[in-house]
């Protein structure tokens, strides 16, 4: 079987699996909102202004970060999204809640919430005793883009290890 079948195999079960947790009130509210505090990395750009608040951190410390944010999303959205045209499950206005989201225009793979989540929550990570709370909201917002039926799975962990990897090299020359 070819790589791509066993990828649409995953993506198809996982969606299956996932299809208990849809029309759920409180996950659909959690999903939702999580995809779109999500959107232009909104919930990155916050918490790492509040983390420059922290004592030893300087205002600077969160425009950097931003801008780490938006070197991320110039990669994944401008980059490695456009060496690929892969389709999204589904449309934003196929959405059967009311719950309103944005209808990206870029390929699918890899999902863009996903990267920028486990980047930011890389490099938030560091030298944090919040290091398991920014995962944790990774994740949520990761996983958020499937419940919404925006991404398939395999676009999240492929986001995901870009975001990780973007952010901890990230992590170690903002160390310098």
């Not at 892969?86 to 059967?96: E, F, G, I």
């Amino acid at each position: 079987m070819s790589a791509a079948r066993q990828i649409a195999r995953f993506d198809n079960a996982v969606d299956r699996w996932w299809e208990v947790l849809r029309g759920r009130k409180w996950v659909d509210r959690v999903m939702y909102g999580a995809s779109d505090v999500g959107e232009f990395s909104q919930l990155w750009h916050v918490l790492g202004a509040i983390r420059a608040l922290g004592p030893r951190r300087e205002a600077s410390d969160a425009l950097r970060f931003s801008a780490l944010m938006a070197l991320e999303s110039l990669v994944v959205n401008q980059g490695i999204k456009r060496l690929f045209a892969r389709r999204r499950p589904d449309t934003a206005a196929d959405n059967p809640t009311n719950h309103r989201l944005r209808q990206p225009i870029t390929s699918s793979f890899p999902s863009g919430h996903a990267s920028a989540a486990f980047c930011a929550a890389a490099v938030l990570s560091r030298r944090s005793r919040l290091g398991p709370l920014y995962r944790l909201a990774a994740s949520i917002v990761a996983t958020s883009r499937i419940h919404v039926r925006l991404h398939h799975a395999s676009d999240v962990i492929a986001g995901a290890a870009v975001g990780e990897v973007i952010g901890r090299v990230a992590a170690r020359l903002m160390r310098r």
